[in-house]
């Protein structure tokens, strides 16, 4: 019992780490030296991919290490943190890619107030098509709407491209 709550601790202790690994990914690097990359999702999308998709590959490689290590070393305790990371990683493809962006449909409508606040986040997020000015890096945590608004309005974007309600601005 006491290694199945170390290893539970241990997988939402990655989970909830990711969050913040994701932030400061996005904000520092995606918009820093590989906004080359990250460039690709604040544009237009052509074709079913872009250039953006390939940090998943990137975020991807030490979940896979951590889960081989986990399994194949006596660094067992590895697993549940690649396990975790997968996690956020999965939660992240389903609901940014396909809730937010809707690149595939998904069974859920993102009707509640939690995912109300994460889309409209997101969608002041890609107000912002350049590198710098934009708000909100985080995923699964955003900062209040009113705040984000306001940054955004100081900073003289157009909101007109972001829908009231986060559901149906193109992004």
């Not at 909830?16 to 820093?32: D, L, N, P, T």
């Not at 390939?54 to 396990?83: C, Q």
Request: proline letters at 5%.
């Amino acid at each position: 019992m006491l290694q199945f709550a170390i290893s539970l601790a241990l997988f939402l202790g990655a989970l909830a780490f990711m969050e913040g690994f994701a932030f400061v990914m996005h904000k520092y690097v995606m918009h820093g030296f590989m906004w080359v990359w990250h460039k690709s999702h604040h544009e237009p999308r052509e074709g079913l991919f872009e250039l953006n998709d390939l940090f998943a590959v990137v975020f991807a490689a030490p979940a896979i290490v951590a889960i081989w290590l986990g399994v194949n070393t006596t660094l067992d305790w590895m697993l549940p943190v690649g396990l975790g990371i997968t996690a956020y990683g999965a939660i992240y493809f389903m609901f940014h890619d396909g809730l937010v962006h809707r690149r595939y449909p998904v069974p859920l409508s993102g009707k509640s107030a939690f995912w109300k606040r994460l889309i409209q986040a997101h969608r002041f997020h890609h107000a912002v098509h350049t590198k710098d000015g934009c708000v909100s890096f985080g995923f699964l945590m955003a900062p209040p709407v009113r705040q984000l608004k306001a940054q955004l309005e100081a900073r003289n974007v157009d909101l007109r491209t972001v829908a009231p309600d986060g559901t149906e601005a193109p992004l």
